[in-house]
């Protein structure tokens, strides 16, 4: 009777030897492939905001949090925080945030950036240009849940996406993005192969909205954007959520 409970208490010293206390720092990088030549035109991209809401103790781990006062966390704080880890028994621990020289809305921006390089557009640094993007990142998290014998990680990305045409409209859309993993050790790798296919999703589920939302280049004037035949699609396209 006693070797289930013997069993237990290994797996959880298995799981709880990947360091949960202190602050984590890990590297994402986003993936760069299958770029075609840029054919559509340039596009800036105005601004990239972190409006992700941050909560003490929440009893969902993806609700983002911090170890400590989330009212005490700066802007430039909560732009570098991507997650939080947990013991083997759920309960909050340490941060995990990007390098000092990294943060979340550049992350996003790269995220973006590549989207639009996949669509043949061409990414311009004219702030006068005819079409531009402005991102309001909802979500960027991931977490962990114990299990017996292994950790599920998963990550999620949601941004508001706004895009202004030549001729002054705006048109919107929502783009998610989401990445699930299974480790034995709460490690580096396991958090950043949770947030690859994340990174992926996001990108391809950029390319539909872009679609979605009906923008194309007037070919009597390439300054200026034209809309796609349904009038419906002026106010942005449909989410895709998980």
Not at 116 to 137: A, F, H, M, N, Q
Not at 161 to 182: Q, R, S, W
Request: hydrophobic share 40%.
């Amino acid at each position: 009777m006693k070797l289930p409970v013997v069993a237990f208490i290994g797996a959880a010293i298995l799981l709880q030897s990947g360091c949960v206390t202190g602050r984590r720092s890990i590297s994402l990088p986003v993936p760069s492939h299958d770029i075609p030549a840029a054919t559509q035109g340039k596009v800036y991209i105005a601004a990239v905001t972190d409006d992700r809401e941050f909560l003490n103790k929440p009893s969902d781990p993806s609700i983002p949090s911090i170890d400590g006062d989330v009212a005490k966390l700066s802007a430039q704080q909560k732009d570098h925080m991507i997650g939080r880890q947990r013991n083997t028994f759920g309960k909050a621990m340490g941060d995990i945030a990007l390098p000092a020289d990294d943060s979340v809305t550049k992350r996003v921006r790269l995220l973006v950036e590549q989207g639009l390089l996949r669509k043949g557009y061409e990414i311009s640094t004219d702030p006068d240009l005819s079409r531009s993007v402005t991102v309001s990142v909802q979500e960027f998290w991931a977490w962990t849940t114990p299990g017996f014998f292994a950790l599920t990680f998963e990550a999620k990305l949601s941004c508001s996406i706004a895009v202004t045409d030549g001729g002054g409209g705006v048109h919107t859309a929502i783009v998610k993005g989401y990445g699930l993993n299974h480790g034995q050790f709460a490690k580096d790798v396991n958090w950043q192969e949770a947030y690859d296919p994340a990174f992926e999703d996001f990108i391809s589920n950029f390319g539909t909205e872009w679609e979605n939302l009906g923008l194309r280049e007037d070919p009597k004037n390439p300054m200026k954007v034209k809309l796609a035949d349904a009038p419906d699609q002026r106010r942005g396209g449909s989410t895709l959520a998980r």
